[in-house]
């Protein structure tokens, strides 16, 4: 169980993608941690081969998804599509929760 933002929502809505699409992103994506947050990013191939799985679901890649799930239950931040997006989130600074601050930081 996912809790959905209202931003998340207008930005689901926004760049079209159904509940059934996040589902499918959350299920098949590459899961990075970065940034104080849960990214779920869908790549080209992250998506199953079968032709009817990639025909249906082909223009999610780049869809990335930024969960916040340090609390009980986790929140749906924002919904974005990028292709690029992966080497953006792996450029992103690490965040050292206990303390507050970045990695740089320390």
Known sequence: MI??????????AQRNLSD???????RHGRRIRSGGVLHIFLGRRDIPNDRATFQKYHH???AT???????ATPVLITV???R?????IRR??????SAGKTWADV
Do not use: C, P, W
């Open 65 to 71: 998804l930024v969960i916040n799930d340090t609390g």
């Open 92 to 97: 992103k600074q690490k965040y050292d929760r």
């Open 80 to 82: 974005y599509r990028n």
């Open 60 to 62: 999610l890649e780049g």
């Open 20 to 26: 059934d699409e996040v589902a499918f992103i959350m």
């Open 84 to 88: 690029r997006a992966l080497r953006d």
């Open 3 to 12: 809790v959905v933002s209202n931003h998340a929502r207008l930005r689901q």
